[in-house]
Each structure stands twice: as structure tokens, then as C-alpha cells.
């Protein structure tokens, strides 16, 4: 079945510095992609997603590239910020059956000032 | 708009008990869904509602879990009789029914059985 597979954390890393979080998926077809993040205290929320192969989402500084050929949607930031201490989910919603949501483990991040 | 909202936030039963948890999604949305986080693991998905009908119910651990949603609108998950392993955070997420329509997530409830 489909699945997300992302880096454990946790994460640790001083303000300004880049953020790489790794995500791998496998699926059949052409998913689509998604980061969420969750602060602490609250629910999830969408960070960035990708529909399509080669697509790239972005918002608030973050980055991912929907990689086909590597089945990868790694989550990137060029200079990090005390407010971005989360955690962060990978998703993929199948492209077939129900479409349903799968989720990674959650990657925790902490950043130092 | 007033987003996903789940209560309680927290409940703490004893093994055996019973614990309905409860989920209002945003106004207008047919597609609901549970998923559950046990600790430091992955969000598993437990099913998913379009308005009223359970349209997967795959991810439902067993038959002490039900969960319905009469009327389309709000939903609720009944845990009976809770075991140890059930202790999770249960997440209740809405979406429109277009195919790229994101996922509205609640805060969540933090069940404890002990």
C-alpha cells in the first residue's frame, strides 16, 4: 500500500541556519504531496503541497519539489526562525481508491536562538 | 469561517471505560475523517465520512471503536471498552469535495487510558 517515509527527528538547529527534513513516498500513480506543520498547542495545519511531478510548493520561507523520479518532497528552509519549533508531517492523498490522506511519522524541530 | 473543532481536549479514563469523543466540521464540508497519533509514530488514518456515509472504514483497529455521523454534520467516536493502547491523540480533519481540496485538522483530543 502507499506510504510516507520521513526523517526522525528531533530536529535541532540554531536561528538562520537551513532546514533540510527528508521524505520518501511510495504509491501507485501520481499522488499528490503535502507538509504539514503542527505548533505546539494546536492542530494541524497545511504548510505546502505539490500536484503534480516537478511542481514546487511554497510558503512562509519553505520549499519542497514533488521529485518523481526520486519519490521524494524533501522540506527545505534557507535561514530558520525560533517561530518555525514544530512538527512537521509529510503527506501523500492517493491518486486512487477513496483518496485518502497517509502521514509520516512527524519530524520535531527546535530552533535556538 | 470557524475552523474544525473537537471536544474535548483532553480525557483520561480507565481501562474498560467508555469515551465518546466528538468533532464538528467547518460548515459546508462533506468529508470528514479520524486519524489517530500514538506517540512519536505516524498519523494513521481510521476513516472517512462523505457527509453521512462511511465511505472507508479501513483503518478502524477494531470493533470496539465506533463511529457515526448522522445528519451529515458533526461526528463522534465512541471508544468502548477502552484499552491501554487506545491512548492517542485522536485528530478530526474536513475537507470540500473537490480532489485537491487540503485537509482542515482540529486541535485534536488527548485520550489517556490507564
Known amino acids: 500500500g502507499d506510504s510516507v517515509t520521513q526523517m526522525e527527528g528531533p530536529v535541532t538547529l540554531s536561528e538562520e541556519a537551513c532546514l533540510t527534513i527528508n521524505c520518501t513516498y511510495t504509491a501507485t500513480g501520481y499522488p499528490s504531496l503535502f507538509w504539514y506543520v503542527q505548533y505546539p498547542g494546536e492542530g494541524l495545519q497545511l504548510l505546502l503541497k505539490a500536484t503534480k511531478a516537478d511542481d514546487k510548493g511554497s510558503n512562509k520561507g519553505f520549499e519542497a519539489t514533488y521529485r518523481k523520479e526520486t519519490t521524494s518532497f524533501h522540506l527545505e528552509k534557507g535561514s530558520v526562525q525560533v517561530s518555525d519549533s514544530a512538527v512537521y508531517f509529510c503527506?501523500?492523498?492517493?491518486?486512487?481508491?477513496?483518496?485518502?490522506?497517509?502521514f509520516g511519522t512527524g519530524t520535531r524541530l527546535k530552533v535556538l536562538a | 469561517e470557524a475552523g474544525v473543532t473537537q471536544f474535548p481536549s483532553h480525557s483520561v479514563i480507565e481501562k474498560g471505560q467508555t469515551v465518546t469523543l466528538r468533532c464538528d466540521p467547518i460548515?459546508?464540508?462533506?468529508?470528514l475523517y479520524w486519524y489517530r497519533r500514538v506517540m512519536g509514530k505516524e498519523i494513521k488514518f481510521l476513516l472517512h465520512f462523505v457527509k453521512e456515509s462511511k465511505q472507508d472504514e479501513s483503518g478502524m483497529p477494531n470493533n470496539r471503536f465506533l463511529a457515526e455521523r448522522t445528519g451529515g454534520t458533526y461526528s463522534t467516536l465512541k471508544v468502548q471498552p477502552a484499552e491501554l493502547e487506545d491512548s492517542g491523540v485522536y485528530f478530526c480533519?474536513?475537507?470540500?469535495?473537490?480532489?485537491?481540496?487540503?485537509?482542515?485538522f482540529g486541535n485534536g483530543t488527548r485520550l489517556t487510558v490507564t
Open positions: 480533519a474536513s475537507s470540500l469535495g473537490t480532489s485537491n481540496s487540503p485537509l482542515h
Open positions: 503527506a501523500l492523498r492517493s491518486a486512487s481508491g477513496t483518496y485518502k490522506y497517509i
Open positions: 460548515s459546508g464540508h462533506d468529508n
